[in-house]
């Protein structure tokens, strides 16, 4: 186990000793492979994966991480892609999601932000472009990315609001890597000028899917709504999805909380500069804090039952990971979910639309 830096704690929610015994939960979640399951003998999935991999970074966690990105190496098909769940090697489901192929380029320029190390991501510059490549073979001519593949290898042309905006971020950082690595991509620029558009002017061209509490904060922590937008689309879902006390609602007909939608949306206040209010939604994750540095995914209210039942995830602790590098700035990568830690996307705001 390698462990070369302490993240810092966050005031009243969690101390850096905290930090440390979540991390090393991660740490002990990880297969020999690499892989990085949900929870015991549970799949993985690539996202989560990275998510995981990108805590483990934060946390000084170093060498593990680097064994999580090379096991991505390792299981990235010859198209570029990823199917969606792993049981260790074995294939579980063999759906493939376009934005879940792109997170790779997230986790990487994440790890090259906090590490500097320059020549391992080097190393995996192949697996970003076949990726990215890969997943903007599906782009639609109005800019939305078709959600997935299904497991006949049959596109399945609906657009997801919060699929693009994630994976409008990992373009955003695929470009990023390749000015980095002064491997221009030009195509990706346009790529991305013509999903951010899209994400920031058209939502009627992805499915509706409104009740979902990352369709209401993606778009905004993906940095496609920004400024005076952004904040008056968080304003306008905030009761809906935002039970007071207790944290982000996965559904707004539920009261099902989940300690990782929570945490994200922490980060998406974060990005808008709402520093005292993303502390006091963070401070509603340490009830799913358990006695290992585990995080329970979601509770129940009013019966205040966990659901699923006294399920702990490797993704819920990465999230929290993650928010809480944020707040305390702790390391060089903290600000990845910030607008302005990204190069600028071309504004293709009239250009060529046929909507505008």
Request: glycine share 8%.
């Amino acid at each position: 186990m390698s462990s070369t830096h302490t993240m810092a704690g966050v005031p009243g929610v969690l101390t850096s000793a905290e930090i440390a015994q979540s991390a090393r939960y991660l740490v002990a979640a990880q297969l020999p492979s690499g892989q990085i399951p949900w929870f015991p003998g549970g799949h993985a999935d690539p996202w989560n994966h990275v998510e995981a991999a990108m805590a483990l970074t934060v946390t000084g966690h170093l060498d593990e991480a680097r064994r999580a990105f090379a096991w991505l190496a390792a299981s990235q098909r010859a198209d570029g892609s990823w199917f969606n769940y792993y049981v260790d090697q074995v294939v579980e489901r063999s759906r493939i999601d376009t934005n879940v192929c792109a997170y790779v380029a997230t986790g990487l320029w994440h790890y090259l932000r906090a590490t500097g190390d320059l020549d391992f991501v080097l190393g995996l510059w192949p697996v970003v472009q076949r990726a990215i490549d890969f997943v903007l073979r599906f782009q639609q001519p109005e800019g939305a990315v078709a959600w997935s593949l299904d497991e006949r290898g049959v596109v399945e042309h609906d657009a997801l609001l919060t699929g693009s905006s994630s994976l409008f971020h990992s373009l955003r950082c695929a470009i990023a890597l390749a000015d980095q690595l002064d491997e221009p991509r030009p195509d990706w620029e346009l790529s991305a000028g013509r999903l951010g558009h899209a994400l920031g002017s058209h939502h009627e061209l992805f499915a509706p899917k409104s009740h979902y509490a990352m369709d209401w904060y993606y778009p905004v922590l993906s940095g496609a709504m920004t400024g005076p937008a952004g904040l008056a689309r968080l304003h306008e879902g905030w009761e809906r999805f935002v039970l007071a006390g207790r944290g982000v609602r996965c559904v707004s007909t539920n009261d099902w909380v989940t300690a990782a939608e929570t945490a994200e949306c922490v980060l998406t206040l974060d990005a808008l500069g709402d520093a005292s209010r993303a502390l006091e939604l963070f401070a509603t994750t340490k009830r799913h804090r358990q006695a290992d540095g585990s995080y329970l995914t979601g509770w129940v209210y009013p019966q205040e039952v966990t659901f699923p039942t006294a399920e702990h995830s490797t993704y819920t602790v990465a999230a929290v990971l993650l928010a809480a590098d944020a707040l305390s700035n702790s390391s060089a990568a903290s600000d990845i979910f910030r607008h302005g830690s990204l190069p600028e996307t071309l504004d293709l705001t009239s250009a060529g639309c046929k909507r505008c």
